[in-house]
C-alpha cells in the first residue's frame, strides 16, 4: 500500500500525526546524507511493527512531501490510522 507522507524535519521531538488519510512525520534529523529518509523509514518500521527493508520511497526521496510503500493491507493501515491523533 502506497501512503502519503509530509515530513517535517529538524523537530524538537519525533512524532506521527494524521492529516486526512495521509501522515505527517517529525523528525529530529536534519536532511543531509539522507538522515531524514533513514530516520524516516526506522519511525515507520516502529510504528508500523514491520522491518525497515520493508519500506521504500516511492516518490519525493528529496522532498518534504513524499510517497511510501508499506507491506499493510488497507484495513490494517485505518487500524494503525485509528490509533493516532489528528495534527495541527
Known amino acids: 500500500m502506497n501512503i502519503e507522507i509530509r515530513v517535517v524535519t529538524r523537530a524538537k521531538r519525533q512524532a506521527i500525526t494524521r492529516e ?28 508500523f511493527g514491520i522491518r525497515r527493508s520493508d519500506i521504500v520511497i516511492v516518490r ?8 511510501v510503500s508499506v ?6 493501515f485505518m487500524v494503525k490510522m485509528a490509533g493516532i491523533s489528528e495534527g495541527k
Open 60 to 67: 519525493g526521496e528529496k522532498d518534504r512531501r513524499k510517497v
Open 20 to 47: 486526512g488519510t495521509s501522515l505527517k512525520v517529525k523528525l529530529t534529523s536534519p536532511p543531509r546524507d539522507g538522515k531524514a529518509n533513514e530516520e524516516l523509514i526506522g519511525n515507520l518500521a516502529t510504528f
Open 71 to 76: 507491506p499493510l493491507t488497507e484495513d490494517e
